[in-house]
């Protein structure tokens, strides 16, 4: 997994004007990607967006938005009318942790997602996150990945990791 410590002064630099022009953050994993030859995952955007204490310009507010603060987001969303918009989980994307993680993995679990499939997945001792579907060829939607890297994130911060 990719850290705040894997970028470029120049990258760092970069997110932090694309913050403050507005871009959100899908955008600038697109951008990191075009520019920089830098993919890295959503899970990982967000992170690397709080680590750097991003402040995103909401088009819409006075203010900036901070992205680590999902409680202001909520209420800068709900101040202008937007509450109906507040992204959430599609119903039935679920994670969990094993009780006793695999061998040669930091902590492993199972994810359902909307389709009703459970997949495994497992994050290593380098940071590496595998997500091994039902069968070789299942792929979740983007958004059901969306929501289970969210989920996740949550899921591993509740825990201590």
Same mark, same amino acid.
């Given at each position: 997994?990719?850290?705040?410590?894997?970028?470029?002064?120049?990258? $760092?630099?970069?997110?932090?004007?694309?913050?403050?022009?507005?871009?959100?953050?899908?955008?600038?994993?697109?951008? @990191?990607?075009?520019?920089?030859?830098?993919? @890295?995952?959503?899970?990982?955007?967000?992170? #690397?967006?709080?680590?750097?204490? @991003?402040? #995103?310009?909401?088009?819409?507010?006075?203010?900036?938005?901070?992205?680590?603060?999902?409680?202001?987001?909520?209420?800068?969303?709900?101040?202008?009318?937007?509450?109906?918009?507040?992204?959430?989980?599609?119903?039935?994307?679920?994670?969990?942790?094993?009780?006793?993680?695999?061998?040669?993995? #930091?902590?492993?679990?199972?994810?359902?997602?909307?389709?009703?499939? $459970?997949?495994?997945?497992?994050?290593?001792?380098?940071?590496?996150?595998? @997500?091994?579907?039902?069968?070789?060829?299942?792929?979740?939607?983007?958004?059901?990945?969306?929501?289970?890297?969210?989920?996740?994130?949550?899921?591993?911060?509740?825990?201590?990791?």
């Amino acid at each position: 997994m990719k850290s705040l410590s894997d970028l470029s002064q120049e990258q $760092t630099t970069a997110l932090q004007n694309w913050a403050e022009e507005g871009v959100k953050l899908a955008d600038m994993q697109t951008r @990191l990607k075009d520019e920089f030859a830098l993919k @890295l995952t959503y899970l990982e955007m967000q992170l #690397i967006a709080s680590d750097l204490q @991003l402040v #995103i310009k909401s088009e819409r507010s006075t203010g900036p938005v901070d992205l680590s603060n999902q409680e202001q987001m909520a209420a800068a969303r709900k101040a202008h009318g937007r509450e109906e918009e507040t992204p959430a989980p599609p119903k039935g994307v679920s994670v969990r942790t094993d009780s006793v993680a695999r061998p040669g993995m #930091i902590v492993s679990g199972k994810a359902t997602f909307t389709d009703g499939q $459970t997949a495994e997945w497992s994050l290593d001792q380098m940071g590496r996150l595998a @997500l091994k579907g039902p069968s070789p060829d299942y792929r979740p939607s983007e958004s059901d990945l969306a929501s289970f890297q969210q989920e996740l994130q949550k899921l591993l911060q509740k825990e201590g990791f």
